[in-house]
């Protein structure tokens, strides 16, 4: 069964494998005894150390091992925030940055701290001279990830490590997606990474300070790991982790596999718009990741077609509302603006066939057409929105909005002569993503060119995908106003 979520998780690499088994037999002891075993295992942690510092480009004391990558992000954050408390309390983080960087966030301002959030472009991506223009004397850190973990998209590290250098703020680097595939460059402060993103066994995170940042270390303490990391090290695991790094820079084949594999993604990023109708591809096509792509399919419900890849044997990934606890897009896809609903990460691990590839890119026309067809999406309204939406001269006739239409009831039009087109009110009210985007769809059609369509809706993703709908059918998106429950969303008619 083709694995391509490799991004949430890399499957175990053969050298982490051997190295933790080997090491099950010489690292179990503790490993700050002076004993023979306990000296056995402290060769084993150091040899470690070394290792990881080298592929990461750091000095072997400038690394401690943690239990995750969460908690490598937490104890970055408030070590930095607690050392530079002096300078300020404000805290400068990327809209795009990993959940345990925003919940690091959180914990800082309700402990009296100040945040600000950096936008990003459509394609996910940070502007250096917006991060220029935030740095302020007040400024403690800043935090900007060296990939993003879900479209994909390369940030400015280098560009924002030199800004952070001329101000005086230390730069962390969450680098948990692209560390598999080459150090992070610039003059980083503090970097955090996963090993179970690279293919090293899950429990291991990696955190490094460099020499002359200043770091307070915060929470539980003892004696391990320079006081930074408490708790007895898992030799065993961390020695897998950093055999598995090592083996990553040993050779030319990391790179040759990352061109082969930005190929693959190359492929699917060409097919899938060509193969589907109403899909968009996110993240920045130039600035990203050799392994990962991600897309979004209109009318379509994110939930229901991972369980249809997944029956047709495929392990993918999504940021659809649909498909979290929450019931909230993702927070990346909607710092973007992009579609959110029908939304598919394929992360591509070492080693995949390209044969799996080109089975995916055959299975997923029929997937998506059966899931929208399950969802009461006619093939007529896509086609002929779509024409419409090229400027086509015909437009439905005006009588179409003096009728209930199917998913709307009709607004009277103002009295006066310079009233806009009688438009419709959709009630969506207690229908998730992507309903009323779908009813949104049709009811355009119903109401003639300059009218207007209100949609009424209580689901948090139609926030996101109506306005993401109208740049995709080039509708105007008028705004968003309150209601009774939920919010109104007005759109008019511009095809």
């Known amino acids: 069964m083709p694995y391509f979520d490799a991004a949430s998780a890399a499957p175990l690499h053969p050298v982490a494998r051997e190295a933790l088994l080997a090491s099950l037999d010489e690292g179990w002891a503790d490993p700050a005894r002076l004993y023979r075993e306990g000296r056995r295992a402290r060769l084993l942690l150091d ?4 290792a990881a510092a080298e592929a990461v480009g750091c000095r072997p004391d400038e690394m401690v091992f943690t239990p995750s990558g969460t908690q490598a992000v937490h104890s970055g954050v408030s070590g930095a925030l607690a050392a530079r408390r ?5 805290l400068l983080h990327s809209a795009v940055e990993h959940s345990a960087v925003l919940h690091a966030a959180e914990v800082h301002a309700a402990a009296g701290g100040s945040c600000t959030e950096l936008a990003v472009d459509r394609g996910g991506r940070v502007a250096a001279e917006d991060v220029a223009a935030a740095l302020s004397p007040d400024t ?4 900007l990830q060296s990939a993003n973990h879900e479209v994909g998209t390369e940030q400015p590290v280098e560009e924002v490590a030199a800004l952070c250098q001329e101000a005086g703020v230390p730069l962390l680097v969450d680098a948990a997606q692209s560390l598999p595939w080459g150090p992070v ?21 990696l955190l490094a300070v460099r020499k002359g940042t200043r770091f307070a270390p915060q929470g539980p303490r003892d004696e391990r790991e320079s006081g930074r990391s408490p708790g007895f090290e898992n030799i065993p695991a961390i020695v897998a982790a950093a055999a598995s790094l090592r083996a990553l820079r040993a050779g030319p084949e990391t790179a040759a596999e990352a061109a082969r594999l930005r190929k693959l993604v190359d492929r699917i990023r060409t097919r899938v718009p060509e193969l589907i109708p109403d899909v968009e591809v ?3 096509p130039v600035h990203r990741l050799p392994h990962l792509v991600t897309f ?12 249809e890849l997944d029956r047709a044997g495929f392990s993918v990934s999504s940021g659809s509302s649909c498909t979290s606890s929450t019931l909230t897009p993702s927070h990346v896809l909607r710092a973007m603006g992009v579609l959110s609903e029908g939304n598919v990460r394929v992360s591509l691990p070492y080693g995949t066939d390209g044969a799996e590839v080109e089975r995916f890119l055959e299975v997923l026309p029929t997937v998506v057409r059966s899931v929208r067809e399950r969802l009461g999406v006619p093939a007529a309204e896509r086609e002929t929105v779509a024409a419409t939406a090229g400027g ?20 009277e039009p103002a009295a006066s002569a310079s009233a806009e087109p009688a438009g419709l009110v959709v009630d969506s009210l207690g229908k998730r993503c992507p309903l009323p985007v779908i009813e949104l769809a049709k009811a355009v059609l119903e109401v003639p060119v300059g009218g207007t369509v209100t949609v009424l809706a209580d689901d948090e993703a139609a926030r996101q995908d109506i306005p993401a ?27």
Not at 86 to 90: H, T
Not at 140 to 143: D, G, I, S
Not at 296 to 307: I, N, P, Q, T
């Open 392 to 411: 086509g001269p015909e437009a439905a006739p005006a009588a179409a909005a003096e009728e209930p239409g199917e998913s709307g009831e009709p607004v």
């Open 282 to 284: 996110v993240g920045d």
């Open 185 to 205: 460059p610039g003059g980083w402060s503090l970097l955090a990474a996963s090993a179970h993103k690279w293919g090293g066994p899950a429990g291991v995170g």
């Open 47 to 50: 040899a470690a150390r070394e």
């Open 296 to 307: 979004s399919c209109l009318y379509v419900d994110g939930e229901a077609l991972l369980h």
């Open 469 to 495: 709908w109208c740049a995709m059918r080039e509708q105007e998106y008028v705004g968003e106003r309150p209601a009774e429950r939920g919010a109104a969303y007005v759109v008019r008619r511009r095809a």
């Open 140 to 143: 403690a850190l800043v935090c």
């Open 86 to 90: 002096r300078a300020g309390r404000r």
